[in-house]
């Protein structure tokens, strides 16, 4: 039983891998269609649980990413940026991580550092629940907490017409 689910395991991985690789291309942001927002509760690097509902009010990005997966790699940057340049909004990153313990992130977080929240899916129960099959995949929510875009594959999230789809979704005031 316990190998099934190794193999199993390995096998998603590999899958992701292969459909990370496939996305180096990049993405775009596309509007969601795709149903109801599901739950979300993991922990941080600190250990700190982290619930989705803690950050009704404000924008989120919620990027599912592995260290292994490069397009994952490459947009870190941009989001740090985007996060930069809208300090002080009603706005937040949360980075799901895949599957991967934490010594490994707090290994390449020394390499490419980021002030967002870094959160740990480590039997990828969280990826599974938001149907997330291709890294990095990540959706954007109103304030509401409902998904208004997705994409998948990565994104130059500091580019302007992101901010603006972005600045656009912030609550007034």
Same mark, same amino acid.
């Given at each position: 039983?316990?190998?099934?689910?190794?193999?199993?395991?390995?096998?998603?991985?590999?899958?992701? /891998?292969?459909?990370?690789?496939?996305?180096? /291309?990049?993405?775009?942001?596309?509007?969601?269609?795709?149903? /109801?927002?599901?739950? %979300?509760?993991?922990?941080? %690097?600190?250990?700190?649980?982290?619930?989705?509902?803690?950050?009704?009010?404000?924008?989120?990005?919620?990027?599912?990413?592995?260290?292994?997966?490069?397009?994952?790699?490459?947009?870190?940057?941009?989001?740090?940026?985007?996060?930069?340049?809208? /300090?002080?909004?009603?706005?937040?990153?949360?980075?799901?991580?895949?599957?991967?313990?934490? $010594?490994?992130?707090?290994?390449?977080?020394?390499?490419?550092?980021?002030?967002?929240?870094?959160?740990?899916?480590?039997?990828?129960?969280?990826?599974?629940?938001?149907?997330?099959?291709? %890294?990095?995949?990540? %959706?954007?929510?109103? $304030?509401?907490?409902?998904?208004?875009?997705?994409?998948?594959?990565?994104?130059?999230?500091?580019?302007?017409?992101?901010?603006?789809?972005?600045?656009?979704?912030?609550?007034?005031?």
């Amino acid at each position: 039983m316990r190998s099934r689910h190794a193999a199993r395991a390995l096998l998603a991985i590999a899958l992701l /891998a292969v459909s990370c690789a496939a996305t180096a /291309a990049g993405g775009e942001l596309k509007p969601w269609s795709g149903g /109801a927002t599901p739950p %979300l509760a993991l922990r941080d %690097l600190q250990g700190k649980e982290h619930k989705l509902a803690d950050y009704r009010g404000k924008v989120v990005v919620l990027n599912f990413w592995a260290t292994w997966c490069d397009p994952c790699r490459e947009e870190m940057p941009s989001m740090q940026r985007l996060q930069d340049k809208l /300090a002080g909004k009603s706005f937040a990153i949360l980075a799901i991580d895949y599957g991967e313990g934490a $010594p490994r992130i707090q290994e390449f977080l020394k390499k490419v550092p980021v002030r967002f929240t870094v959160l740990l899916d480590r039997d990828t129960s969280a990826a599974t629940a938001w149907k997330v099959k291709v %890294l990095p995949t990540t %959706l954007v929510l109103d $304030p509401q907490q409902r998904i208004r875009y997705s994409v998948v594959g990565d994104l130059e999230w500091d580019s302007q017409s992101v901010e603006d789809t972005i600045k656009k979704l912030l609550p007034a005031g």
